[in-house]
DNA sequence: CGTTTTTGACCCGCGC
DNA sequence: GCGCGGGTCAAAAACG
């Protein structure tokens, strides 16, 4: 087999370094079938190529290798910087938060909303009329005994359903559009039992239509009707529970302290949890050694580099 | 044909 | 007592 690449249409800049684009060298191609993986010829073919070229220049993978480490550190510093800036804006954000529930406090409410305690605590993403509730009343009382509990997801803006896949089955018994949401509200009994006193109530945030809000009231009075693990989606953290509620999700960046905050709040059990930075390192890592075009594309760009590095010597 | 979803009507608690 | 709004019911429709 020979080392010859051809040209491609392909063109990625994956250079972070400024001074070192990727355009300032000619385009080139690479034969192959990229993301089909079906054919895993094209791929193999790409990284024996690379390894042809880099086994004929030794001395040019010691220098790609010490410049792309170079550029590996300026990410990390970067990735610190970016670290930083959240925690900065997480503090901000807290002190906002707690501003505005002291003026909340301050001026009576229109209406007694219904729900209890928990949600205030936890509702970042819940609904105004989970908030805020007095004590004192008998019936917020037992629906503080009936074990409420309110979990976040990330759901596709575009798909209008309210379906929240936790393994249990649902059966929806209604539909309301409620006053300070324009989404409507679903609600869901548990199916999987007659006699299951479990409720559901799925609703979309007001701030942000992709979070799909559940919220879970009540126990399951039957064996778990084994739900997946992870069903709920990548994102989410499965979540030892005590009670019914098998899954407290931790989404996105901000979700991952509510989320676990609300765990903490149901009695669900103490959970170590990776630090902010260690979980976007590991789902970007994640997401583009998966990508086979990615990975495909990573290799062209190299190989194309290394060859215009052989072409400039000779 | 059984199960699930949809949706308008109704119920009930709360604030005024 | 009345009106508002959330929650539930139940008949009809849709679905598999």
Redesign the pocket.
Known sequence: MDCSIEDTPLNIDLNVNPSHRIDEYPKTELRGDFGDEGKPTGRQEEILTIWCSLSKQPDLLITELNRMSSENKQLTELLAIVGENYSAMRSQLAKLKQSNSESELSS????????DDYFHVTGRYG????CCS?EG????AKEAKANVSTIYLRADPSDK???VKDGY?????????????PS??????C?YAPTCPV?K?V?RSVEDPSILVA?Y?GEHNHNNSSPAQGSFGLSQVLVPGSNSLPYCPTIGLDLVETGLRSCAKTSVAEVKVPSLQQILVEQMASTLTRNSSFTAELAAVISSKILDYDLAEK
């Open positions: 009576p409410r229109k209406r007694k909303p219904r729900g609904n105004t009329d989970n007095d009343s008998s019936k917020r359903s309210l379906v089955q649902w059966r929806k018994y209604g539909q309301k559009v409620t006053r300070d949401n409507p509200r679903a609600y869901y009994k199916s409720k109530k609703q919220s009231e």
